[in-house]
């Protein structure tokens, strides 16, 4: 049975979303396989859907962190730190490339 948080929050599809995105990533995949197949990875997953495009943690991330079992929580947790991370670096470097283009376009 599923665990559905709010409705129209369905953990299984977080879940599901994020194979998704760490197959077709491969600094994600590399992370994801590293997990212990079960309860970790299955969390790890779901903090990969749950942090996608996200910069910061927030109560969103902690209701579904909190509704998850202790191994879970862990490999949640892995993953939400690894995105987060990771997007924060990609806004830094778009503002950096995007300056460099407006200094050369004053010239």
């Known amino acids: 049975m599923p665990i559905v ?3 129209g929050l369905d953990v299984g ?3 599901a979303r994020g194979a998704a995105l ?14 212990p197949d079960g309860p970790v990875r299955r969390g790890f997953e779901i903090g990969l859907a749950a942090a996608k495009g996200q910069t910061l943690p927030g109560p969103g991330k902690q209701r579904i962190h909190d ?8 490999g949640f947790t892995t993953s939400v730190d690894f995105s987060l991370s990771r997007n924060r670096q990609s806004i830094t ?15």
Do not use: T, V
């Open 5 to 7: 948080l709010d409705p």
């Open 13 to 15: 599809a977080l879940q």
């Open 22 to 35: 760490a197959n077709n990533d491969p600094e994600a995949r590399a992370l994801r396989d590293q997990q």
């Open 67 to 74: 509704a998850l079992s202790p191994d879970e929580q862990g």
């Open 93 to 107: 470097d778009s503002a950096q490339k995007g300056r460099a283009i407006a200094k050369k376009d004053r010239l």
